[in-house]
């Protein structure tokens, strides 16, 4: 999976550009300026002190989704690190800061703080996680869960892992397009948007071509699309040949409202 984008934005406090993700951020990413550390979304008191920001305020500032915002203190210097990116449950379980990293099954994100340079780890007493796996919907044990995000178990982390973005202008990956599966979401999938796409993108004429539609809105983040890639691909492969089609040749591409999903041969 690739990192998420990045647009220029000006820090409120110091006027100074720096950036910030365009689609969902990893866990543990500080969403403060990179010039005088103030948060970037957030609400604050009358005195102008960050509060930490619940799930529905931080989704309504910035269109990140099944997050939250913490402002941990670091053990080391006892700075306020603000604006970390932490999981939806992250306010209302009970967390706390360390030196050293917990114990291997524990739920924690490690900070590197933003004042002395020194990285802290920030561990909860029990995973501000749904217990299911966000791709499978098993419930996932102690241990099991993706090392790369944890809101998934280790196999469908690594099966998210293989599925790749693609942009114009790369190479093909292997000897061509075997089919194409064209995305649209519900009131989005607008005939004018698959008209352009399918002139713009040479890789998709005289391919097999299969259009569907998904509930529930356009995704807003690589991760979101590669969750949609690894599921309309493997359906497809189960329903066509009937068995689970190999994800490292599964490319996906963001096109205005629709996901250009392809199965290389």
């Known amino acids: 999976m690739s990192e998420p984008r990045t647009r220029e934005v000006n820090c409120k406090i110091c006027f100074r550009p720096t950036r910030m993700p365009i689609g969902n951020p990893p866990f543990g990413t500080a969403l403060i300026c990179s010039h005088c550390h103030s948060p970037l979304v957030g609400a604050t008191t009358k005195a102008g002190a960050p509060l930490s920001a619940p799930p529905g305020l931080l989704r309504r500032l910035s269109g990140y989704s099944g997050r939250c915002l913490i402002h ?23 967390w706390h800061e360390q030196k050293e990293p917990g114990e291997a099954e524990a739920f924690c994100l490690t900070i590197p703080c933003a004042e002395c340079g020194k990285e802290f780890y920030v561990q909860w007493d029990e995973p501000p996680l749904p217990p299911e796996c966000s791709l499978c919907r098993r419930r996932i044990g102690r241990g099991e869960r993706s090392t790369s995000d944890a809101r998934f178990c280790k196999e469908c982390g690594r099966r998210l892992s293989q599925v790749r973005p693609r942009r114009k202008g790369e190479p093909p990956l292997g000897a061509g397009v075997e089919c194409v599966l064209l995305v649209g979401f519900s009131r989005t999938a607008r005939d004018g948007q698959v008209k352009a796409l399918l002139r ?49 040749k599964v490319t996906y591409q963001p096109f205005q409202d629709l996901l250009l999903v392809k199965i290389w041969k």
């Not at 809105?217 to 599921?231: C, D, H, L, R």
């Open 72 to 94: 941990p203190r670091c053990p080391w210097c006892s700075q306020i690190n603000y604006a970390i990116v932490a999981p939806a449950a992250g306010r209302s379980t009970p």
């Open 200 to 248: 713009s993108d040479r890789e998709t004429q005289g391919v097999p071509l299969a259009r569907l539609m998904l509930s529930g809105g356009v995704p807003k983040s690589p991760v979101e699309s590669a969750v949609i890639a690894v599921q309309v691909a493997a359906s497809a492969g189960r329903k066509t040949a009937g068995h689970d089609i190999d994800l490292a």
